[in-house]
């Protein structure tokens, strides 16, 4: 498990219709729209991302006090 730390950004981070609308099923929305001033470093992508990403990924496990706590590992894949 890997702990990835959440920064701060004071721009929005443009996140593409098809996780909006994801995450708009799922009914979390309106509770994950503050992610879109949030990066973190996604290891599978090898590059930051919103954390809105994570929440749609296979590997998410939980967001709690600004860690995103991820499952991914390269030498399993």
């Not at 730390?5 to 909006?20: A, G, L, N, R, S």
């Not at 309106?30 to 470093?41: A, P, S, T």
Request: net charge positive; glycine share 2%.
């Amino acid at each position: 498990m890997i702990q990835i730390p959440v920064e701060k950004t004071e721009k929005i981070q443009k996140v593409p219709k098809e996780i909006t609308t994801k995450l708009k099923e799922m009914g979390i929305l309106n509770r994950v729209k503050f992610m879109k001033k949030e990066l973190v470093f996604c290891p599978m992508r090898n590059a930051k991302i919103s954390p809105m990403y994570c929440i749609q990924c296979p590997f998410f496990l939980r967001r709690v006090k600004g860690v995103v706590y991820c499952r991914y590992d390269e030498k399993k894949i």
